[in-house]
C-alpha cells in the first residue's frame, strides 16, 4: 500500500513558461526511458520478486522514489505551459513568426486534450505502454536492465538540459542527473553483490543450461560484415568475462545449417503450391 | 548493402510437428527480446555509429548474424505448424480433448492469415514495433543495452527449451543459447574497452555533467519502502562503482521539493477553477 | 445495413485554407474522444444489446449520425488543406519565417501519405485504435461511458473552437459543439431512463452482488495523500447516491492485507532465489 | 512524493494456484478499466488540478489508494502461478488433455517473459498504454469519466468472480467490489458537489460556449436508423437534464450541409484527377 | 450523411454457438484485412478523392456496403458467443477437458469486457487500428491496395470456411466469398479504365518522375541471394508491363554507393566519438 | 543467413544539412510503406514459402536488397541531422525565427533519442511494426500486396521528391524511384506468371471455393450511395476480369438478411435485459 505527500521530492519550478520546451520534456515522463517505465519496471520487479530481504526492498525503496519523480515532471509540465498561446488564433501565429515558430513546436495534445498539463505519452505523442518495462524474476538480468535503462534516461536527460537556459528548469535537472548517476552505480553494485552472495554467480544470465549449450558456439564472433576492425578489439582474443570461455573470432564463417526450406503446405490454407 | 545464402546459420529441424510449441516460440522472433529486436537494434547502433573502426564494424557483424536468427527461428516455426489441425472443424475438436487442447494453444492467426507460417509478433500475437529498440549513439549506454538484452533473451530461450523435448528444437536452442552467452559476454567485454581506450571512462553514462550536477543527490539511497533490509546491502555504505562517490542510506526523508501544484489556467481550456 | 447521401449533414466549408488547423482537427476524427471512436462505440453497443426496443433504436441513431460526423470533419481537413505549401522546398521555408512555421504545425503525413487528406489517427498522428471504445452490454455501464465521451469530446471541440477565426471553420463547430451538448443530456436521461424503467435501479454498475461485497469497505473514503481537504467534500460524511450506503473519511487507514509476497518460483523459470 | 509499505490493502491470498484465472485477472490490472488506468488517470488529474483543495485532495487520495490496487492484484495473480505447469513438455500436455486444457488457457508471456509474474498487460496479452487514461483538467468531464470508468471496472470484476470457486480469490473481489461501489457514488457525489459550489452549474461540459452554439440543433435527435421505438423514450419530449433545452425527435430529416467534395489537388501531390 | 436499416444486408445466423469460433471470427472484423479495415480505407479514399463522378461514387457504394459487412459478423459472432461457458469454474474446467479445450480457445476478453458480444478486435485480440488503411490520393495506388486487401480478405474468410460445419455460418461465409471475388473482379476493373480513361495511363503509380528517375536502375533485379533459379522467371528479361522498360537481371552485382558512415556528433549530444 | 558490405547499395550524400526534411524522410524508413515494410514483408514471404524455385528466389533478392534501402536512408537521415540545432537553447529559438521554424519542424526525438540518428519510425515518430506486413503463403495475394507497396513507396518518395532541392538528396531519391517503379513492374509480371505457370489461374485470390460461393452475389454492385454516376463505370457491365463472371449494377437493393439482433444474455454477465 502507498502514501503520498503534496511536497514533491526536489523543487519542480522553472522561471517562465515555455511549450516548446514542456514538449520535449514529456520524453522524460512517457518515453521508452522515462519515469513513468522505471516505475512500473520497478514495481512490477518487486512484487514479483520471490526472496525476501535486501534485493526486494531496495527494489520498492527506488519504485517508490520514482513514482515521485514522474510526479515532478508532470508539474513541471504543467508549469511551462502556463500561458501557453493555446488559444491564439491561427490569423496571429501567421503574422508574427515568433509565435508561429512556438506553436509549431508546441504539442497540440497538451493543449486540446489535457488542458495545459502533461500527458502519460513521449516527445512525440506516443503513448506509454507496458511493453516498455521487463520483470522476469531473474534479477541478474533485471538489474542489467536497470542499469540500461538508467543509462538511456540520463543521456536523454543530459540532452535536454543542454536545450534549456531557464534557471529552474536546470535546477530541477541537476537533482535528475545525480539521481540518475547514483541508481546506475546502485544497479551495478547490486550486480556484484548477486555474485558476492552467490546467487547468480556468473555474468551469464541465467546461470543455467552452461553444460548443455553448444560450448564452441559460445566462443566464436562471427566476420559477416566487411569491416575488418572487429577482429582488433579486444573481444577476437583471450578470456571472455565469465572466466568460462575464450574470445576467437572466425574471419571466413560458412553457414552450418540445412536449407531454409518451408514443408509443403495443407491444401486447405490455399498457400501457392505445384 | 547485404547478401543472403539460402542456408540457416544452424539446422532448424524438429522432429515432429508442434503447433502449441510455434505459438510460444514466437516470443523469440517478435517479441521485445526476440531476435527481430537485437537485430534492428544492432542494426540501428551500428548506421548511427559516427566512428569508423573496431566498434562500428563489431556491431555491423553481430547485427548481420542477428537477421540470420530470425530466418532460423522463422523456418522451424513453419516446420512446427506442418500439418497443424488448422482446419479441423469444431465439432471434432470438442470431441476430442487432445486435439481440442491442443487448438486451445494455437496461434490462430498463424493459420488464418500466415497460413501456417512465422509471424512478426510475441507469443500473445503482439506485434513487434519499433519501440522495442534503442540506438543512442553512446556506446556505453547502448552496449550495456545490448547485454540486457541478450540476458533477457537467453533467459527466455532457456524456459522454451524447458517446454519441449523434440530433439531437433533442442539441438537448434542449444546453438541459440552458446550464442547468446557468447554476445552477453562481448558486450561487456566491449564495455571494458570503451573505458581502457578512453573513450567513456567513467560507469556513468553519459561521462558528462558530473561536475553540474548535484553532488550530493548522488549518494544517498532514501528509505521509501517500509521494509528494512535494504540498508543491509553494498549499496547501503562505501564506494560507488565509478570511484567517485559514495553510498549512504538516507533513513528517514523528508520532501525536498515545493508544493505539487498548477498555475492558474487559460480560461479558453475551461479547466474548472474557481 | 447502410445507405449513404452525398450531402454532408451540416456545412463544412472554411473560409480559407490552413494547414496548422487542419493538423489539429485531426483530434476531433481519429483522438480518443474524436468521431471515430463515437461511431464504433455506438455500432458496437447497438450490434451488442439484447433487448429490442427504445434503447437500441436510439444506440443506432445515433450511431449512424456520427458516421456522417467523420465525414463532415474529414471533408474540412481536405479543404483547409487545398494549397498547403506541402511541396514547397525546405530553402524556401528557411527564407521565409511565416512559411516555415507553418511548415513547423503542419502534419507530414497529411501531404506524404494522404495527398492533402484527412486521416484516421489523432493531432499527434497517433492512429485511432479499437481500445478507444467500450460496449459491454450493460447498458448503464455504458450509457455513463457515453455521456463521459461527449463531455470530453465538447471540451476538445469549444478548445480548438477558440483556435481559429475563420467564420466556416466556427460555423461547423457551433453545430458540433450543439450535438455534444444534446448527446451528454440524452445519454444522461437514458440513464435516468433506466432507473424508471426498474432496468437498472441503483446508481451502482452493475446493479448486482451488492449483498456479497464487503459493505463496510463500500463506505469509507482513505485517507491516503496528506492534503487534509478531502475531508471537507460532502463525499466525507452523508448519504451516497445509491440511496443505501453512508460515506464516511477514514483519517488514519492501516493496511488491512497480509505482507506483499511471490511464492517460490519453478527452479525452471530461473528466477533468483535462495 | 510516495511511500510504501510492505503490508497489501487488503488480503490476495488464493486457496490454490489457478494459472487459467491468473490470465483472465490480468483484465484488471492492464486492460482498459484496469487498476493502471485509474492510477494513472487520477494521478494526472491530480497534479493537473488547478484548484488547490478538497477536489484535489480527494483525487490524490484515491489515486494513491489505487497503486495499491495494482499491487494486491500482481501478487494474487503470482500466487495464482505457483508450480503452474509452465515447464511441462508439449508431450505431457498432449497426452494428458487436462493439463493440455490448462496449457491452452494460460498467457504464455506470464511464464516465459515474466518467470511466473504477472505483467503490465490485459487478458489478452495486450499492453496498457497512456491513451486508456483522460485527465482534461476540466473537472465535470474528468469525474464522469471517472465514475464511468469504475462502472466498467465493477463490470469486469463482477464477471470474473462468477470464474472462480477460490475462495481466497472472492475474498479479494469482494473488498474491490465493494470499492468500486463507493467509488461510484464517490464521483456522482463530487459532480453533484461541483454543481453545489457553482464551479460546473449545468451538465453540460464545458459549461462554455453555450450561447455561441446552434441552439435549435442542440433539441432534435435525428432518426436515422429505422428502428421506431426510439420515438417512445425520455429523450423524445420534454425538458432536457440541463434545463435549459427541450427534447424533441426529428423523424425525417434531411442532410443540411453541402456535396462532399475535395479541392482540386496540389498537381505535386500525385492525386488522381481530370 | 448515413441512415441504417435494421436488417442485415445478409443472413448471420449459425445453428448453435460455437465461442471458439467466435474468438477466430473476429479476425474477419478487427484483422488488418478484416471489415473494418475496408469500411474506413474506403471511407477516407472517398472522403479524400477530388473528382467527383462514377470514380468517387463507386468507392462511396462499396464503402456503404462494407460497415454493413462489419455488422453483419459482429451479430453472428454474439449469436456464436450465445451460452458460452464464460462463467464457468476454473474447477468445473480443469473436471471436464472438453470445456476446458473450449475456454482455452475462448477470447476472454469477449466475456470479460464485451459481455459476449464482438470487439473491434482481431482474432489474437490486438485492436484495428488506423494505420491498417490507406487512402493516398492517388487511385492507381489506392485501387490496387484495395484489390490487395480484397484478396488477402476472401484468403482468410476461405481458411475460416473449412475451419467451420456449422451450416448457417456456411451460409453467411458463401455470401462473404463472392463479394470479395466481386470486389477483387471490381478494382482490376477500375485500374483498367483508369488507363482507358486516360487518368493514369501506365502502370506505374504515380504516372509521374519518369523522366527524371535514373531509368538504367529501373531496368535490373539485383541477384543477392545464392538461389539461382531466380534468373529464369519472366522478370528476367523482355519488355515490362509498362511498356516501357526492358527487364535485365544483374548476376554479379556490386554496391554503388559510397561508404556507409554518419558524421561527428555534435559534443552536446554526447555520442561516443574519439 | 546475410552478409553485410560497408559500402552502401547507391550514393546517400546531401549537400548539406537539412533537419526539416531528416523529419520527413522518416516516412520512408518505418512508415506504413516504407523500407522496413518491404524489408519485413518480403523476408517472411520468403521464409514462409513452400515452393522451391523462382518465385522464392526471386523474393529473397528483393527482400535482401531493401534492407539496404533502409541502411541508405537512415545514413542519409543521420547526415542530414549533422549540425542540427538540437542543443540550442529556447531563448535562441524564440529570438531567431528562422532557427524557432526549423525546430518547430524537427523531430525531438531524432534528438533526445537518437542523437542525431534514425529511428525505426515514421513522419510523426509512430514505431514501425509487424502488422504492416503480410505474408499469406498465396502468392498471388501476396505479390498483388507487394505491388501495391511499391505503388504507396513511390508515390511518397515522389511527393518527398518535391519537398527538397538539394541535389544530393535528389540524386538518391531518383534511384529510389527507379527501383520502385521497377519492383511495381516487377511483382505485375510475376503475377501474370503465376497465371502463366497454371499455379494461380484466375484473378481471384485464392482460386478456391469458387463453385461453393453464391454466384449470383459475386455479380452486383449495390448501389448504396446516392451518387448515380457509379453505374456508369465498365464495372457496372460486361464480363468481369476473371473471364467467368458479368458485372450488374444494382440500382435499388433491399437488405437480405435478418434483423440484426443479439440473444438474450447469460445473467452472470450483467447485460441489460429485460
Ligand atoms: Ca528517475
Ligand atoms: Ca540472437
Ligand atoms: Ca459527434
Ligand atoms: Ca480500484
Ligand atoms: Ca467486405
Ligand atoms: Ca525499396
Not at 108 to 121: D, E, K, L, R, S
Request: contains cysteine; aromatic residues 8%.
Amino acid at each position: 500500500m502507498f502514501r503520498h505527500t503534496d511536497h514533491l521530492q526536489f523543487d519542480a519550478k522553472p522561471e517562465k513558461p515555455d511549450p516548446v520546451f514542456a514538449h520535449k520534456l514529456q520524453e522524460l515522463i512517457g518515453g521508452a526511458y522515462g519515469e513513468m517505465t522505471v516505475t512500473m519496471q520497478y514495481l512490477f520487479q518487486g512484487w514479483n520478486c520471490r526472496m525476501p530481504g535486501k534485493y526486494k526492498d531496495l527494489i520498492m525503496d527506488v519504485a517508490t522514489e520514482e513514482i515521485g519523480h514522474v510526479e515532478m515532471l508532470a508539474v513541471m509540465v504543467a508549469r511551462l505551459l502556463e500561458g501557453a498561446p493555446a488559444t491564439a488564433t491561427t490569423k496571429a501565429a501567421m503574422a508574427d513568426p515568433v509565435i508561429g515558430a512556438v506553436i509549431g513546436g508546441m504539442d497540440p495534445q497538451q493543449a486540446i486534450v489535457a488542458g495545459g498539463g502533461a500527458m502519460p505519452v513521449d516527445s512525440n505523442g506516443y503513448p506509454w505502454n507496458g511493453k516498455f518495462i521487463v520483470a522476469s524474476g531473474n534479477l541478474l538480468a533485471d538489474f542489467r536492465a536497470n542499469a540500461a535503462a538508467e543509462a538511456q534516461g540520463r543521456l536523454q536527460t543530459a540532452r535536454l538540459y543542454n536545450m534549456t537556459d531557464d534557471p529552474g528548469v536546470k535546477h530541477m535537472l541537476k537533482f535528475n542527473l545525480a539521481r540518475d548517476t547514483l541508481h546506475q552505480n546502485m544497479w551495478l553494485k547490486a550486480i556484484e553483490e548477486l555474485q558476492a552472495d552467490g546467487l547468480e554467480p556468473t555474468t551469464v544470465a541465467p546461470n543455467a543450461l552452461l553444460d548443455e549449450e553448444y560450448a564452441e558456439h559460445a566462443q566464436t564472433i562471427w566476420h559477416l560484415s566487411d569491416g575488418a576492425a572487429a577482429a582488433e578489439g579486444g573481444w577476437a582474443t583471450g578470456p571472455q568475462p565469465d572466466g568460462e570461455h575464450e574470445f576467437t573470432y572466425l574471419m571466413d564463417p560458412e553457414a552450418l545449417g540445412d536449407l531454409a526450406s518451408a514443408p509443403p503446405p495443407d491444401p486447405k490454407l490455399y498457400a501457392t503450391y505445384d
